[in-house]
């Protein structure tokens, strides 16, 4: 399997508005139609893979059915639909991604979701993937879509420019380590380029929260963000990296996307799911490769759900479809269009997967990287009620001194920790 450049642009991806909904925009779940056809819509975020294609196959197959597909510029803005309209009781689309970080918010809702439960596909993934989406009377409320494990994804024109290695297995050795490995071969590019080594601030601190298993919650709950000493020192050491090393971009910013095209930074941290965000949105640039390597060892950022809304009209032609888009097939093809990297088990032995290969970053055998980025993730974070919010804080503190400037790194610390307080 080769997976071919997208042509996603960044207006798709972004959007103009805060909060804007791709193709039809926040269309509800509809009424089955005189003769028995029914339209069934899918609400996803950035980039599940989901081409017109893949679409347009089940329709052909499930005559009857059309498809149509709503997606969110962001994480952040499908979360802020979603709870809206869970709450309101209608309005929400027959099929509803959800992304892991705000997953167990929404499992405090479970009761307003369809029970997908079926003993024929009850083993299809790994298994904390089908824990995590099954509620406390046993109920498998969301089927899992793809897990993210991460790599790092570099510019090979920018490092030859810098008298760095280019070969993805050199530079895999080169940055082999730590954080702190990865911050002074940074600085050796800054130096020898005055450019940017990495993105962003938020963007890095992210893989460096996701390698700790309890950041922001002990496991009754009890939010520890502001006390434990992992986060203060993971906050401060990224900030104090990005000081010489961050081009200063907000991810997902309109700044950030055109930073793939025009040589903002050289690295960036790389789950499956960014390789479609990358060549969707820079599909011109030919230096982007990937290394199979990650500082720290491994980690894993993101990874969704879908989930069918038991206030829709058509649960049981919904449920079928989330079913047969989670399916091995359908994952297999999902991550062929966007390196969305599959979390079912039948997949891992396929060769299709271990084969793939993507043009774009250069042939590399993103297949065999992402299956070893996976085996080489140690930590599953926990994640409660509180991650999202607390981590939309902290997210915000690391904008406030890498991206505004406006503040000190204790001036944000503080008032992170007073952001975090009111929460309750």
Request: net charge negative.
């Amino acid at each position: 399997m080769t997976l071919s450049r997208r042509s996603t642009t960044a207006a798709a991806l972004a959007g103009a508005a805060a909060f804007a909904l791709i193709a039809s925009g926040c269309s509800s779940a509809t009424e089955p139609a005189e003769g028995g056809d029914i339209t069934l819509t899918v609400a996803t975020f950035n980039d599940f893979g989901y081409t017109d294609e893949l679409f347009a196959q089940y329709e052909a197959e499930n005559p009857g059915v059309t498809i149509v597909h709503n997606r969110a510029a962001t994480s952040n803005d499908a979360r802020d639909n979603f709870f809206t309209k869970l709450g309101a009781g209608s309005g929400l689309a027959d099929i509803e991604a959800v992304e892991v970080d705000w997953f167990a918010e929404m499992m405090q809702y479970s009761d307003k979701l369809a029970d997908l439960s079926d003993p024929e596909i009850a083993d299809r993934w790994v298994d904390w993937k089908t824990a995590a989406a099954t509620d406390a009377d046993g109920r498998l409320v969301a089927y899992g879509t793809d897990i993210g494990p991460e790599a790092v994804c570099y510019r090979s024109d920018l490092f030859a420019a810098a008298g760095l290695p280019t070969d993805r297995d050199e530079v895999a050795a080169l940055l082999e380590g730590d954080w702190d490995r990865y911050y002074e071969v940074g600085q050796q590019y800054v130096d020898a380029t005055g450019q940017a080594w990495f993105d962003s601030a938020g963007a890095t601190y992210q893989g460096v929260v996701n390698q700790i298993e309890f950041a922001y919650e002990e496991a009754d709950g009890t939010v520890i963000a502001t006390t434990n000493p992992e986060v203060e020192e993971a906050f401060t050491s990224v900030l104090e990296a990005s000081s010489t090393l961050s081009a200063n971009l907000s991810q997902w910013s309109d700044d950030w996307f055109a930073g793939l095209s025009n040589g903002a930074f050289a690295t960036m941290l790389c789950p499956g799911w960014m390789l479609g965000v990358i060549s969707g949105n820079a599909p011109d640039v030919t230096g982007w490769d990937v290394a199979n390597v990650f500082p720290g060892g491994g980690g894993n950022w993101g990874g969704s759900y879908l989930t069918v809304p038991a206030q829709g009209a058509n649960i049981e032609a919904a449920t079928k479809l989330a079913a047969w888009l989670t399916a091995p097939e359908q994952q297999l093809s999902a991550f062929a269009a966007a390196g969305t990297f599959p979390s079912q088990v039948e997949a891992y032995e396929s060769e299709e997967l271990r084969s793939a290969t993507n043009e774009y970053f250069n042939n590399a055998p993103v297949g065999e990287i992402l299956i070893e980025r996976s085996q080489a993730i140690g930590v599953a974070p926990f994640k409660s009620v509180k991650y999202f919010p607390v981590n939309d804080a902290l997210q915000k503190a690391l904008t406030r001194v890498d991206v505004d400037g406006s503040q000190s790194i204790q001036e944000s610390w503080d008032q992170f920790v007073a952001d975090v307080t009111a929460l309750g």
